[in-house]
């Protein structure tokens, strides 16, 4: 799922370029589509071939293009909580995270959505972004991880702040590569909607 993220942060960041879009497309599709199978089978070596080739594309995204604000506000989690995974904090924050921007700048979530193989509903914009979210909850459960919570791992509401202005402070380099430029009080909801 890191993998995944990667691919759709570096999909919208503001420095995306021709080559990481293509190679963010495709391993988003082949994760979409291969992730499932390996965590159901982990001896089904197809799926973990375009597993692997689709984490390599999508780190090779990573540097043409750029993580956004939803890895600082991960990073600044696993800081003050350090047992849990990159990828699960990922995952945890990225319904909350994706929905909020997809409101602010639906355009290019249309294009991911495809990528995951998903209908594209809805007359306007807006709408049609919320097929990523559809996508993103499908993709959560079928790797099993759609009970993953905030509070399981013992965070509390009360560090919200601490986490934002952490995320801010220490990774705020992706803030300024994200397609919506967000202030301190919408990272402080998007990590409040997490819970
Ligand atoms: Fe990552």
Redesign the pocket.
Same mark, same amino acid.
């Given at each position: 799922m890191?993998?995944f993220? #990667?691919s759709v942060e570096g999909y919208l960041a503001t420095v995306n370029q021709p080559g990481s879009d293509v190679l963010a497309l495709q391993s988003i599709s082949l994760i979409t589509e291969n992730l499932p199978k390996a965590v159901d089978d982990g001896n089904n070596i197809e799926a973990r071939t375009a597993l692997a080739w689709a984490s390599t594309a999508a780190g090779i995204v %990573?540097s043409l293009s750029s993580?956004i604000s939803h #890895?600082s506000m %991960?990073h600044a989690l696993s800081a003050y909580h350090p047992d849990i995974p #990159?990828?699960a904090g990922?995952i945890m924050l990225s319904v909350s995270y994706f929905s909020f921007m997809a409101s602010k700048v639906p355009d290019r979530f249309v294009d991911i959505a495809k990528a995951m193989g998903e209908e594209i509903n809805g007359a306007t914009k807006e709408e049609q972004a919320i097929s990523f979210i559809k996508g993103l909850k499908k993709l959560i459960k079928n790797i099993g991880m759609e009970d993953l919570s905030l509070s399981g791992f013992g965070v509390k509401e009360d560090e919200i702040e601490k986490l934002s202005r952490n995320a801010m402070d220490t990774m705020g380099g992706l803030f300024q590569v994200d397609p919506y430029k967000l202030s301190l009080e919408e990272v402080m909801s998007i990590y409040k909607n997490c819970f």
């Open positions: 890191d993998a993220f #990667h %990573e993580c #890895h %991960e #990159h990828g990922l």
